[in-house]
């Protein structure tokens, strides 16, 4: 059973407007969350984290949101570039029991020059 | 990431056959995990460890091994491979057992079984 859920496969957006990925999780006790960025046959690099203790952090053109009630995390990417284009995953874990990290399915970004 | 290789990148194998996917890192960092990637799935955690000969079990790890005996290899065994282990191995590492500061995967070894 997926615990971590992107429900958007996909998603095209014009260069320079702002691109919204989401991603909703099951399990209440996660409290640490990451976005990666995935390339055509290449590993997955990381983006950007967010502990459960804060609901926004910021990275340049990323930013993420966490909505802990609504079990809701958003990656805002501002403006969009045409490298942007690849495929995003969003990562759960509860730190209280270790090691594992539940992925979301991934959306796939385009964005349109 | 140069810090991380996976051999082989490509590999097809028979049904019923052993293989073996490698995973070496000159990071030094103590963990190192074993993810599979599938459409409909997104990664999934086969193994960990948590150091050399110190392995444990992740999400879906029926039909694998893995072993650690020394700190930059970490290896994944298909004991006898299936047609539902055709997937794409990524192998990671990662400083912090929480995964503070998130992983650094490989490139992956895309593994088919016929």
Known sequence: DQQVKQNSPSLSVQEGRISILNCDYTNSMFDYFLWYKKYPAEGPTFLISISSIKDKNEDGRFTVFLNKSAKHLSLHIVPSQPGDSAVYFCAASDRGTGNQFYFGTGTSLTVIP | ?114
């Open chain 2, 1 to 114: 990431d140069a810090g991380i290789t996976q051999s082989p990148r490509h590999k097809v194998t028979e049904t019923g056959t052993p293989v073996t996917l490698r995973c070496h890192q000159t990071e030094n960092h103590r963990y190192m995990y074993w993810y599979r990637q599938d459409p409909g799935h997104g990664l999934r955690l086969i193994h960990y460890s948590y150091g050399v000969k110190d392995t444990d079990k992740g999400e879906v790890s029926d039909g694998y091994s893995v072993s650690r005996s020394k700190t930059e290899d970490f290896l994944l065994t298909l004991e006898s491979a299936t047609s539902s282990q055709t997937s794409v191995y990524f192998c990671a590492i990662s400083e912090s057992g929480q995964g503070i500061g998130g992983y650094t995967f490989g490139s992956g070894t895309r593994l088919t079984v016929v």
